[in-house]
Nanobody
Framework: VQLQASGGGLVQAGGSLRLSCVAS????????MAWFRQAPGKDRDLVAT????????YYADSVKGRFTISRNNAENTVFLQMNSLKPEDTAVYYC?????????????WGQGTLVTVSS
């Protein structure tokens, strides 16, 4: 699975952005998908996950109520809608895929897209 993330940019606090991640190959539909982020000088943190059929989602406490993860299996795409953005949301955002046939945890990663939130 190859992942290509896009949609990052510069936005003022309180604004919104929508990140997209397009996957190649036929494995996308069976993969659990996630968004992670890494702020400068910090570890990479899990932001949100979504099950293969969209039935289950998870959000980090820091984004709960502001971010929404979704997916379109017909288009091999996962999204992260980010509302009410805060300066502390500034980070490089990565999409990741977990293929149950591989057996690991988030085996595939996109290249990252930078989100900068100004105060």
């Amino acid at each position: 699975v190859q992942l290509q993330a896009s949609g990052g940019g510069l936005v003022q606090a309180g604004g919104s952005l929508r990140l997209s991640c397009v996957a190649s190959g036929r494995a996308f539909g069976r993969c659990r998908m996630a968004w992670f982020r890494q702020a400068p000088g910090k570890d990479r943190d899990l932001v949100a996950t979504i099950s293969r059929n969209s039935g289950n989602t998870y959000y980090a406490d820091s984004v709960k109520g502001r971010f929404t993860i979704s997916r379109n299996n017909a288009e091999n795409t996962v999204f992260l809608q980010m509302n009410s953005l805060k300066p502390e949301d500034t980070a490089v955002y990565y999409c990741a895929a977990e293929d149950p046939l591989v057996g690991g945890t988030f085996d595939y990663w996109g290249q990252g897209t930078l989100v900068t939130v100004s105060s």
